[in-house]
């Protein structure tokens, strides 16, 4: 990880070190000159477009969030403009594991893919960059009731229960969007990874919390329509970043579906285009939508259900007990009690107890290195909760329980917050279950019991991720970094001097001359020229010119299927120019 820049930004600077390990420098020089024009083609199209189909807030809040049209944003720009409105953004390598994706938005920071597209993919990319992220996500942000919406989901999405199928998805639509990026990728290599993310989606078996959550994430912030369903507008950043999808997706052929917790039930495709869209009549739906799901959740439930999920995702979780003690680690078992509910939990592997996110003292993973058990329940002809009873250091104690499970010893320590016990430490312990089985002995040394009348919630992740994790989840390949051959740098020195001769209103006599160069050595390209076509178009000089390289792209686009819409949206906003200082 590139050292910590917090960007002046307060949102940046409040991120734990769990989530500062996926931050990676901008790097803003390694963008090239075609990357700036990528950029300003994308965003000139999306001004001119976008402006009758987007949400209102959309072309105000591109100036909210530190973007314009001509040149990639950097990113304490980005950072200067977005706390003003409570917000920060980073940026990182492509794809980041969803749970940690979805903290990064509870704490009110975007996450910004520091690539950008190629070229050859400059209508859509299946990976993230900078363009989706960016002016994708952020304009919307502007909006007061949205940027809420995505604060809150990220603070539910990072409670998800998720499985290692999960990751396993993760991990190949992350390689196969990496792949795709590559200028020459093998096309068998393409195939094997498609099959591989095809694999891992028809067998992921039960959706995890975290596999529906993500549903809603992409019906919503990802491709969401908002409106009526005869005339939608668009807020989906999947949508707003991609100048084909942008056009296609209003088309009658695209099923327009009212958004309801029924959208859970839809998977999508990341690396195609969705066959329907849902549209919300107002923002406010969303969250409403949210908290029907949210009510299911194991964090909200909590029970024997919750331990259940927690169980079934063999991951780091959190159990947390009516006292407001958190025990955090593996769940491997539980007992129930007659009536189903939780009577001793068990977790194999370092566990830690924390109370409000933050660990204990003296009860981490360096002291409970082999796992932690404790029941659960009421005592048996008590009326008073545990939690609520007077426990004093040095006396012998008999607990018994209405589940059968029993705890003897001698009281070396209690640990309270809030008027309440949350931790009883025995010496000379023994805890039996109701057949008499020996759950802990005294020659096991000090028994650590937790305190609490029920299990109020169980989420994903360590209750104190800073002192658990000293590293979370890393992606296992990195995303690829071109190694730019002589002739294409060739190619960067001329959208250069196109760029400066735009820019600076000066070197207009040897536009001819890099076409020339263009003609002569980069025949593929069709951006420079409809660049340099742009300038004498509105400087409205060299008509010969003009007409030599129109012909050309036409030509080009005749022959070349794939770039017609491309050219033709160019030809439409050289006579049609956006104004560069509407954002």
């Known amino acids: ?30 963008y090239t000159p075609i990357d700036q024009a990528v950029w300003r083609y994308v965003m000139r199209q999306n001004y001119s477009y976008l402006k009758d189909v987007a949400y209102y807030p959309y072309i105000p809040g591109l100036e909210k969030a530190g973007l314009t049209i001509e040149h990639i944003p950097h990113l304490q720009e980005m950072n200067d403009a977005l706390g003003k409105i409570d917000w920060g953004a980073v940026t990182v390598d492509g794809f980041i594991p969803p749970a940690a994706f979805m903290e990064y938005q509870a704490y009110r920071v975007l996450v910004i893919a520091a690539d950008i597209r190629q070229l050859k993919h400059i209508e859509y990319t299946p990976a993230p960059d900078i363009i989706h992220e ?79 959550l993500s549903r809603l994430h ?18 989906g950043a999947g949508l707003l970043s991609s100048i084909g999808e942008s056009v296609t997706c209003m088309k009658p052929e695209v099923k327009k579906l009212w958004y309801t917790s029924e959208a859970v039930n839809y998977p999508y495709d990341i690396t195609r285009p969705q066959q329907q869209l849902f549209v919300t009549p107002c923002f406010q739906n969303l969250v409403d939508v949210l908290e029907q799901f949210a009510d299911k959740m194991a964090f909200r439930v909590g029970g024997a259900y919750g331990l259940q999920k927690a169980i079934e995702s063999n991951n780091t979780c959190t159990v947390v007990y009516s006292s407001g003690l958190q025990v955090s680690g593996t769940l491997t078992n539980f007992l129930k009690d007659d009536k189903g509910q939780p009577a001793f939990i068990n977790l194999q592997g370092p566990a830690a107890l924390a109370y409000s996110g933050k660990q204990l003292d003296g009860h981490g993973k360096d002291y409970h290195t082999d796992g932690y058990s404790s029941p659960v329940g009421k005592l048996n002809g008590v009326s008073t909760p545990l939690e609520y009873l007077y426990i004093k250091e040095g006396e012998l104690m008999a607990l018994h329980f209405e589940s059968g499970i029993s705890v003897m010893g001698r009281v070396i320590g209690v640990i309270r917050e809030n008027n309440r016990n949350l931790l009883i430490s025995f010496t000379d312990c023994t805890v039996l279950n109701r057949k008499g089985t020996h759950l802990f002995e005294p020659a096991w040394g000090v028994y650590d019991m937790a305190v609490g009348e029920s299990i109020v919630s169980v989420y994903s992740g360590a209750a104190d991720k800073n002192t658990f994790e000293e ?29 400066r001769c735009r820019e600076e209103n000066f070197g207009h006599e040897r536009l001819a001359y890099t076409w020339e160069q263009l003609k002569l050595q980069h025949r593929d390209d069709w951006l420079c020229p409809l660049e340099i076509l742009e300038i004498l178009s509105a400087k409205n000089i060299e008509p010969e010119l003009v007409k030599e390289i129109t012909a050309y792209l036409a030509d080009k686009a005749q022959k070349q299927p794939e770039l017609k819409k491309l050219i033709g949206d160019g030809f439409y906003l050289i006579k049609h120019p956006v104004e560069q200082t509407a954002v």
């Open 1 to 30: 990880m590139d050292s910590f820049n917090d960007f002046n930004n307060p949102q940046v600077s409040a991120l734990p070190k769990h989530l500062r390990q996926y931050i990676v420098g901008q790097h803003y020089e390694h």
């Open 134 to 212: 960016s002016a994708g996500h952020a304009p919307i942000i502007a909006d007061s009731d949205y940027q809420r919406y995505l604060s809150y989901f990220g603070s539910i999405g990072a409670k998800a229960m998720f499985s290692a199928q999960d990751y396993e998805l993760y991990e190949a639509i992350r390689a196969l969007s990496i792949l795709k990026e590559m200028p020459d990728a093998d096309p068998d290599e393409i195939k094997k990874a498609e099959d591989q993310v095809a694999y891992c989606q028809q067998n992921m078996g039960e959706p995890s919390e975290m596999a529906l």
């Open 218 to 235: 992409w019906w919503t912030v990802e491709y969401g329509l908002i409106g009526t369903l005869e005339n939608p507008k668009i807020y």
């Open 471 to 499: 590293t979370g989840y890393r992606p296992r390949i990195s995303t690829y970094h071109p190694i730019h051959s002589e002739k294409t740098r060739q190619l960067h020195r001329l959208y250069q001097r196109v760029r």
